[in-house]
């Protein structure tokens, strides 16, 4: 699947950054804390994740088909303090080797896979039984009325936000995927009180079982 926004690819990295000055930097060093091993991370973007990554982790595998966000994830990988890869690969069809990493990482990226249960299904296969799932990641609303604005919202909020789906129950499609939820917070996040349907949020891990024996 080609993945092809040029003009988010531009803007992208301007909103992460003052996303990051309002909180989401704190969110991300939260997102990443105490990860060790083979790290595989999803829809890295221009990767505003990779500095955080503790000195534990000894390789991350940082997969990005955007062609001018996957530039940009080149360049930062090569100022992290930690070994970073950075490979073309899209998410609903992840092309690496079943049980062969220790976590894997999402953040804000399983709003825009075309199918996340898709998505969800490759990170379960990739990761070795008892390997964990960091998300950071913001999410339908729980509240019906704010879900059914987000449902409304999301008529053209894909066409303006690279593909990113607002109303999506991403907690469910987790669990349903077969991962048991470790900790994991709900909270709205909306910078400077500006109203936007992308405030509820997720943040957390959760584990593929230890005696998952299917790889
Ligand atoms: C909102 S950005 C988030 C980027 C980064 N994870 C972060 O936290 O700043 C969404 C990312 O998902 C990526 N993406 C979209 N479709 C994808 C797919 N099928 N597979 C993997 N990544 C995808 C986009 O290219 C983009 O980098």
Redesign the pocket.
């Given at each position: 699947?080609t993945?092809d926004?040029p003009v988010f690819a531009r803007l992208?990295p301007r909103v992460?950054a003052a996303l990051d000055a309002a909180g989401g930097y704190q969110h991300?060093q939260e997102l990443l804390a105490g990860l060790a091993g083979r790290v595989v991370?999803?829809?890295?973007?221009?990767g505003?994740?990779f500095v955080h990554y503790p000195g534990e982790v000894s390789e991350v595998i940082a997969?990005?088909?955007?062609p001018g966000?996957r530039r940009k994830a080149e360049r930062a990988a090569r100022h992290a303090a930690t070994a970073i890869r950075v490979i073309d690969?899209?998410?609903?069809d992840l092309d690496l080797p079943a049980a062969s990493f220790d976590a894997a990482v999402?953040?804000?990226?399983l709003?825009?896979?075309?199918d996340q249960h898709r998505?969800l299904a490759g990170v379960y296969r990739v990761l070795r039984p008892g390997g964990q799932l960091r998300f950071?990641e913001h999410v339908r609303s729980p509240h019906p009325v704010a879900a059914r604005l987000q449902d409304t919202a999301d008529v053209v909020w894909p066409a303006i936000?690279?593909?990113?789906h607002c109303n999506r129950d991403t907690l469910s499609a987790i669990t349903g995927a077969g991962f048991q939820l470790g900790t994991s917070r709900t909270f709205s996040f909306r910078p400077n009180h500006v109203p936007t349907p992308t405030a509820p949020m997720i943040l957390g891990h959760a584990r593929k079982p230890p005696t998952d024996d299917t790889d």
């Open positions: 699947m993945v926004h992208y992460a991300r991370e999803l829809g890295a973007g221009h505003a994740n997969v990005e088909p955007e966000l690969g899209d998410a609903d999402t953040s804000l990226v709003c825009s896979v075309p998505a950071y936000a690279g593909g990113c």
